[in-house]
C-alpha cells in the first residue's frame, strides 16, 4: 500500500490561466473521489468516479472544471480560465468498491493552488 | 440533506489532559459516521469509524468516539492528550449513495500546551 498520490503538492498560476492536477489511487481501489478545501473549513466533495465512469458531480464543480479517469487508474482534475476563487486545497482519495459501501476513504496529501 | 457541525472551531488541551471534541449530525437514517486527523499541509487519516454494533468504537493513537442516535452525536475522545495530537480534527457522516461520498464538518483545531 503505497498510498493516494497527487501531483503537484503546490501550484501557482495567474489567473485566466488553466492548470491540471493529478492524483494516482491506491492500486486495488475502483473508487476515486475529489474534493477541495479552502482555509478553515472541511473537505467539500466536488466528483467521484467508480473505475472510470463518473458517477457524480458537485454543484460546485462548474464548467470550468473537468475530471477524467482513464482506464480507471489515475484522474486528473482540470480547472479551466482559473479564478482567484479557485485557490484551495485539492484532495484526492480512494476506496475499494463492490457491494458494500462502508469503506474509508484513503486521502492523498493534495495539491494547494494558489490563483494570484 | 446531511450535514455535520462541530461547534468548536478552536481547543486549547494541556498535555496529559483529556479531550473531547463535539460532532453532531442530520441524517434521516442509521448514518456512516468517522473521525480524520489533518496535520498542517497534509491529507486526512482515518481515526476511526462508525457502521453498526457497539456504540462505543476504538481507533488508532488511542482515541475512541461514542455514538448516540438520541443525541445525533459522533463524539471524539482521548484519556491523554499528547503534544503530537495537535492538528485539526474532522468528523464525517457517509451519505446514502452506496458509494461513501463523505460530508465533513467544519472541523476542530486543537492545540496543546506543554
Known amino acids: 500500500d503505497t498510498g493516494v498520490s497527487q501531483n503537484p503538492r503546490h501550484k501557482i498560476t495567474k489567473r485566466g490561466q488553466n492548470v491540471t492536477f493529478r492524483c494516482d489511487p491506491i492500486s486495488e481501489h475502483n473508487r476515486l473521489y475529489w474534493y477541495r478545501q479552502t482555509l478553515g473549513q472541511g473537505p467539500e466533495f466536488l466528483t467521484y468516479?467508480?473505475?472510470?465512469?463518473?458517477?457524480?458531480k458537485s454543484r460546485l464543480l462548474s464548467d470550468r472544471f473537468s475530471a477524467e479517469r482513464p482506464k480507471g487508474s489515475f484522474s486528473t482534475l482540470e480547472i479551466q480560465r482559473t479564478e482567484q476563487g479557485d485557490s484551495a486545497m485539492y484532495l484526492c482519495?480512494?476506496?475499494?468498491?463492490?457491494?458494500?459501501?462502508?469503506?474509508?476513504?484513503?486521502f492523498g496529501n493534495g495539491t494547494r493552488l494558489t490563483v494570484t | 440533506a446531511q450535514s455535520v457541525t462541530q461547534p468548536d472551531i478552536h481547543i486549547t488541551v494541556s498535555e496529559g489532559a483529556s479531550l473531547e471534541l463535539r460532532c453532531n449530525y442530520s441524517y434521516g437514517a442509521t448514518p456512516y459516521l468517522f473521525w480524520y486527523v489533518q496535520s498542517p499541509g497534509q491529507g486526512l487519516q482515518l481515526l476511526l469509524k462508525?457502521?453498526?454494533?457497539?456504540?462505543l468504537v476504538q481507533g488508532i493513537k488511542g482515541f475512541e468516539a461514542e455514538f448516540k442516535r438520541s443525541q445525533s452525536s459522533f463524539n471524539l475522545r482521548k484519556p491523554s492528550v499528547h503534544w503530537s495530537d495537535a492538528a485539526e480534527y474532522f468528523c464525517a457522516v457517509g451519505s446514502p449513495g452506496g458509494y461513501n461520498k463523505l460530508i465533513f464538518g467544519a472541523g476542530t483545531r486543537l492545540a496543546v500546551h506543554p
Open positions: 468516479f467508480q473505475n472510470e465512469a463518473q458517477l457524480e
Open positions: 482519495a480512494s476506496s475499494l468498491g463492490g457491494g458494500s459501501p462502508t469503506e474509508a476513504l484513503h
Open positions: 462508525y457502521f453498526s454494533g457497539d456504540t
